[in-house]
Structure formats: C-alpha cells, structure tokens
C-alpha cells in the first residue's frame, strides 16, 4: 500500500517503473497461486446465507479457496471448456460465484450473469456468448432462479452442461440436507445435461491445473452490462485488466488484514472486479452475506451487528443501499470500519452528508464502468475528499475531457473545467469493448480513449466531476437538459430520497423533462408541493419539470441505480394515452416495448372498429417515440 493524495503522486507512480512490473502474475489463477502462498491460512471468503449476526456462516482459507478454484477449473476443463470457449454462472452470492468467477476465466471465458433477468434475456446472453456450460441452483425454497435458468436453458441448446449448486451446504442439518427437496422443480425442459457440481469437483485434483494456462492475455471475461440506458451489452475484458484493478485496490488501500464487507452482487463489475480482485491481490477477506446481499432478508435491520461479527474494515456500498443503511441505527461496535466506499451512481452531496451525520461512517465516492473494466478514478484514502467529485484517475489510467463530432472525431479537448464527454484509456480498456463487433464502432476515440458517454470536467487539481450522462440529456426544442441538475434540486428537499428526471415525449418540443420521486419514509410532500420546489430550485427555466410523481418506489438495477428505460415507458405510456383520451380516440396503450432496432416503441391496441393507422398518426406521429399495432412485431 502506497499513501496516494494528490495527482503529481500519481504521476510519480507511473514514472518510477512501468504498469508490467508492478504484479508478476500472468492470469487470474497464478495471482490465486500467489496470494494463497502468502496466505495459506487467513480468511479469503465468508458467507451466511441468512442475515442474523450469529447465523451460521461458512469461511474458506486462501488455501482453501485456490483448491476449490483449482477443481472447478479442472473440471470445466474435463468437461470441454478451453480456453475460446464460454461458460456462464447464473448465481447469487455464495462461496460459488467467486469461485466459479476465477475457475470460468481459468478454463475458458466466463460470464457471469444476473439471476434476476427474465428467461428470454438470459437465453439471449447465453446464446450471444456461445456458453456450453451455465453453473446456477439447483432447486431451492424460496428461489426461482432454477426455473428461470432452465426456461432459459430450453432457448439456448448450445449449452452442454448445467452445473447445480445446492444451496443447502448453508444450512445446518438436517434442513440442509432436505432443503433442495423443498423447492419448486423446474417447468422447462431443456437438453443440458445436469450434474451436481460438489460431487463432479470432488473427482478432481485440488493441487493443480490439470492443463497448461496459455498467458496470451486473450478475452477471459464477458459481462453484461445493467442496460440502463438499453439492452444489455456484452463488455470483454483481459486478465491484464482485471489484475489491474486488484493491484489498484491493493496499492491504495487494502492489505491482507482488512475485511470488506461486500452485499454487492458478483455479476456486476463493482463486486467482481475493485472488491473481489482487490481481495485476491492484497489477501483481504471479502465477506458477502445472504444470497441477494443488500435485498436479503433482514439485512439492513442487522447491518451493523454484521459489521461488528465479521470486524469490517471497509465497505462497499451505492447510492441506493446508503440511503436505506442510514435510516437503521448504529446499534453496535462499528470501531473497526475505516471507510465505505461508494460507485455505480452519482451519490447525491445531500445523500453524502445525510449518510455521514446518521451513521459516522466517512465515504469514498469512485467512478467506473464494465466497459472500462471497471476502476477509473477516486477520491484518494490520503488525500484531500471533495465532496460531489469522483476523485483521481488512479496510476497509469488517463482521463480526457473531450467533445466529438457525429461521426466520433475529436473537435475539441476540453480545458479546466470546462464541461465534455469524460475518456479513458488505461489497462482496462480494450480496442474491442464489445463481443459485437457491430457495437464497438465509435467507441473509441482515434488515439484509443474510451469514450463513456458520460459528461463531466476536471478541475485544476485533476479530480474528475460528472456532471450527467450524454445517452440521458433531455432535448428540449434541441436545448440539451442536463437531468443531473433536476435531480439535484429536488434532492435538497427533505422528503425526498430518490430521483429520476428523464424527457417525456412532446408534439411540440421533442422532449420535455419529468420528474419521479421516491420519499422518504413517513414524508408526506405531495406532487404540487415539489414541483413548486422544483421551480425554485432548479436553476435553468427550461429545465423545470413540467411533470411530476411520486412513486412508492423508483425502478432500480440489481446493483442499485434507478432505471430510467422503465420511467420512459412510464411516461410515454402516460403522455400517448392521454393525447389518444384528448382526441376522443378509442385506442389504449397496452405497454412501451423494446425493439432491437428502433428502442422504445409504444403498442398500441385497437379500437372496437380495428385499426385505423390514419386516425392514430394524426395524434401521434407529431411525437418522436415511434408506435406500433399489438401483435405487429410477429
Ligand atoms: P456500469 O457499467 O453498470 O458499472 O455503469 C457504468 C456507469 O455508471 C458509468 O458510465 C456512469 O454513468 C455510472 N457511474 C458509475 N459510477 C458513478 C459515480 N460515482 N457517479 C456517477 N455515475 C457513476
């Protein structure tokens, strides 16, 4: 660890030796090898599946974790899996996923996917990476993600293999014995052949690899990304850059002593790559409890006798989880916690000292993306914190604040403090971000910057302000809207806990901004109320929301950020139902789907007299969202 405060000792990082000689390891497994060598004997990995603080949990040694590692790439291996070659896992938090996360990336390609996906998405995934063995559950109480995989398995025959884990290991006998008896068997029938992953993994060596790695730094990993602003895009990443983001975890802040409390889920890079990595290159023990971390049973309620059981030196956290955790009391030793560490979203300034003053707890704010492979920048553990920022680029990344015309060349390199679109370029960035060839045109920049669609500028000291998201601009009459800035007024009103702004659909100027909030327990502000706030507070005339509704809850991503594709659908749903009601017309809206090639599309169900496109175009074609007859897309 190395006491980084300010950008020049950064940039004397980079000078005293190139990024290759600052790790030795060529893959994932030899830094295993490393780090359990160093290590044999401390915790690496904990977990509970239920969230009380004296629930039983189970913790694996380095040792023992680089053998569980070892078989399961062993057996992939047997099983067909080379290094070309895909495998999925379709887990929640576990001792598996990391496992299968480094076994996959060992023996072949692994991608991790979110069990919470419907089955026709997953099938798309498991299709669009080619996987021939997808590692999930095995039936459990409670959990229907053995369902989903094997609806989805029954859409994608190229899968060989399904591994099933059978979460009972986590329970005391006798449940844990029957627990698998108890859940509901799958409806789907598919052509995988289905073994049990323990008793498969016990036919292997544990010592070794049974085959010789190649260290040609090929693509090990393909994530998925949230589809925030989309369809789920497949990210690829090399070895060189997942390693680096351990080396940056352990060179600014991790050692083998410290304890990092995780609920984040490992098919996301935040889980996966900063936290997980970190851990296998200093030797730090991650601790993950409940299979959905954060949104397990009980969670918050325990939280802090958590951090106390396991002695949490740091933890990880996002905008949405923070704002939950600070409304539970500290009700326990929390002496041990140094820091919580925040990325995914931009976390509020109000959020930020609402969340310190409740709880104590000092916060990090970071900045990544799984097209980056992650870690970009972050406000230095040594070095000065500023509030709203999202800190330094860490050592050997670069960022540019850039403006691209629309063919994607650079017209402008933006100065201090002057506002563009944020690039990167680091170890983590790939000259093929996507597996879709298709998808990578104009994603980088001719000298090889990423670029990341989000806006922001560097200030005189190198830290790096987002200021908004170029795919999330609301354009008004072809005035760009910064939905941040909406967002941000509204959070300064007490009640409010949640915000997302978005552009609704208008004949007249495009796209005009609307508001959904989400409150504060117990509050009770009301829509006319806020948006009498909103109007005060919200600097730019045009920004002002001309809609706005509180919602018992904004849609959110596994990983916590609010989901504006749903709060689009809502509102075009909204809009294009009442311009039909203002016509006297009969049709009704039935839902905003996703198409492929056009995004957003209004469906549309007839009138008694079946459909009459003329009559709709007349109100709707004034509106850019495009629409569609129900039962058109077959
Ligand atoms: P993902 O690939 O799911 O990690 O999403 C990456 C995106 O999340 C970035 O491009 C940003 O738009 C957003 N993001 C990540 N960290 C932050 C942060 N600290 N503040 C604001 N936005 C963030």
């Known amino acids: 660890m190395i006491r980084i405060a300010t950008l020049a000792d950064t940039r004397a990082v980079e000078a005293e030796m190139p990024l290759e000689r600052r790790w030795t390891a060529r893959s994932l497994h030899e830094q295993l090898a490393e780090t359990a060598g160093r290590f044999p004997d401390r915790p690496a990995i904990s977990f509970q599946l239920k969230s009380g603080p004296g629930d039983r949990a189970l913790t694996l040694t380095w040792a023992e974790f680089k053998a569980e590692v070892t078989r399961l790439a062993n057996l992939l291996r047997r099983l067909g899996v080379g290094p070309g070659d895909s495998v999925a896992y379709v887990l929640p938090n576990g001792l598996e996923a990391p496992a299968a996360l480094l ?3 060992t023996a072949g390609v692994v991608t991790p996917v979110n069990p919470l996906l419907s089955p026709d998405a997953m099938a798309g ?7 021939k063995v997808v590692i999930s559950l095995c039936p459990f109480p409670k959990s229907d993600v053995a369902n989903t995989v094997a609806a989805a398995l029954a859409e994608a025959p190229g899968v060989d293999y399904l591994l099933e884990v059978d979460l009972g290991r986590y329970l005391a006998p006798p449940l844990g014995w029957v627990a698998r008896f108890l859940g509901k068997r799958p409806a789907h029938r598919h052509a995988a052949k289905v073994l049990d992953l323990r008793r498969e993994m016990a036919r292997e060596r544990s010592d070794a690899l049974d085959f010789a790695e190649t260290f040609d730094d090929r ?6 990304t949230g589809g925030t602003t989309g369809l789920p895009k497949i990210a690829q990443h090399r070895a060189r850059g997942i390693l680096y983001n351990g080396w940056c975890g352990s060179f600014y802040m991790f050692t083998e002593a410290d304890v990092l409390m995780c609920p984040l889920p490992m098919f996301h890079v935040l889980g996966a790559y900063p936290i997980l990595m970190s851990c296998l290159t200093s030797g730090a023990q991650l601790v993950m409890v409940t299979p959905q971390g954060y949104r397990g049973e009980g969670v918050f309620d325990s939280f802090w006798k958590l951090i106390e059981r396991w002695k949490v030196s740091f933890l990880i956290t996002v905008p949405t989880a923070a704002a939950r955790l600070m409304r539970v009391k500290v009700n326990a030793d ?3 916690l140094r820091l919580a560490i925040s990325g995914s979203a931009a976390m509020p300034v109000e959020l930020f000292n609402r969340f310190e003053a409740a ?11 799984t097209e980056a492979t992650c870690l970009v920048s972050i406000n230095p553990p040594f070095g000065e914190r500023k509030i709203g920022s999202v800190g330094l680029p860490f050592a050997y990344t670069d960022l540019r604040i850039l403006r691209c015309d629309g063919a994607g060349r650079v017209t402008k390199v933006c100065g201090v403090d002057e506002s563009g679109e944020i690039c990167v370029r680091g170890p983590g960035v790939n000259t093929d971000v996507y597996a879709d060839p298709e998808k990578n045109r104009g994603m980088l920049t001719e000298d090889g910057f990423l670029r990341t669609g989000d806006l922001g500028r560097l200030d005189a000291d190198g830290y790096l302000w987002i200021t908004g998201r170029a795919k999330d601009l609301i354009i008004r009459g072809g005035h760009n809207i910064d939905p941040a800035q909406i967002e941000e007024a509204l959070m300064r009103h007490p009640d409010v806990t949640f915000v997302g702004a978005i552009g609704q659909p208008d004949a007249h100027s495009g796209e005009v901004p609307a508001v959904y909030v989400e409150l504060a327990p117990g509050a009770s502000a009301t829509p006319e109320e806020l948006l009498r706030f909103a109007s005060d507070h919200v600097a730019e005339h045009a920004a002002v929301p001309k809609h706005l509704e509180v919602l018992p809850e904004l849609p959110k991503t596994a990983i916590g950020k609010i989901f504006k594709p749903e709060l ?3 509102a075009i749903a909204r809009v294009y139902g009442e311009a039909l009601a203002a016509a006297g017309r009969p049709e009704t809206v039935v839902e905003v789907a996703e198409d492929r090639r056009l995004g957003l599309v209004a469906v549309l169900a007839p009138g008694p007299g079946g459909p009459d496109d003329a009559g709709v175009a007349a109100v709707l074609d004034s509106f850019l969202t495009p629409w569609r007859w129900q039962g058109a897309e077959h």
């Open 103 to 105: 076994a996959g990336a």
């Open 125 to 131: 995934i498991l299709r669009e990476v080619g996987a």
């Open 219 to 224: 693509f090990c990993a393909r994530f998925h």
């Open 334 to 336: 929390v002496s041990t």
């Open 359 to 369: 709880t104590g707890v000092r916060v990090l704010e970071g900045y990544g993306m």
């Open 568 to 570: 689009r659908r809502r």
